[in-house]
C-alpha cells in the first residue's frame, strides 16, 4: 500500500482558485456545470456542462458562493488582472509598504503591484479607477494570465 503524496502548493492554490470561481465560471455555459477537471504542472482547467435542457432556456444568473470575495460578487467589482504567468508581489521589495491598501483611491494607469516572471520583474498597471475594495491575490502567491489581482469598485473621484 503507497501512500498519497501530499499537494502541492500550487495545486492547492489553483483547486482554491477554482472553487472561489466556480459560480461565476457555471454562469457562462448554456446549461447546469457538470463537471470542472483541474490539471496542474503549467494548468490546465476543463469544465464541462450538461446538456441543455429541452426548452433552451438561459443558464440562470450566477450567485455568490461562500468564499468568493465580497467585492468579486459585486456587479460594479472592476477586476485588475495579471497580464501574465509569475508571482504576484504587492510591494517593490520585501518589508515594503504595499502598492496599494484596501480603501485607497486608485487612478487608470497607477502601479498596483509586479508580477515576478523568469526574473523580471514587471509592473501591474489599473487599466481602470476606483476605490480598493479587495486585494484577491496574495503577496508572493504564484498567478495565472488574467487571474484577478484585486478588487476596484467605481469611486466618483476616480
Request: glycine share 8%.
Amino acid at each position: 500500500m503507497t501512500a498519497e503524496p501530499a499537494p502541492s502548493q500550487e495545486g492547492e492554490r489553483v483547486l482554491d482558485w477554482v472553487t472561489r470561481h466556480a459560480a461565476r465560471l457555471a454562469g457562462t455555459g448554456p446549461a447546469p456545470l457538470r463537471r470542472i477537471t483541474v490539471s496542474t504542472a503549467t494548468l490546465a482547467v476543463h469544465v464541462e456542462w450538461a446538456p441543455p435542457p429541452a426548452g433552451g432556456a438561459a443558464p440562470p444568473a450566477c450567485p455568490a458562493v461562500e468564499g468568493t470575495p465580497a467585492a468579486a460578487a459585486r456587479q460594479d467589482a472592476i477586476m485588475v488582472t495579471s497580464p501574465m504567468v509569475g508571482t504576484f508581489y504587492r510591494a517593490r521589495e520585501p518589508g515594503a509598504a504595499p502598492f496599494v491598501e484596501i480603501g485607497d483611491l486608485v487612478e487608470p494607469g497607477q502601479q498596483i503591484g509586479i508580477v515576478e516572471a523568469m526574473k523580471l520583474m514587471n509592473a501591474v498597471q489599473a487599466e481602470h479607477g476606483g476605490r480598493v475594495a479587495e486585494v484577491i491575490a496574495a503577496d508572493g502567491a504564484p498567478v495565472q494570465y488574467e487571474e484577478p489581482l484585486l478588487a476596484l469598485v467605481p469611486d466618483d473621484r476616480a
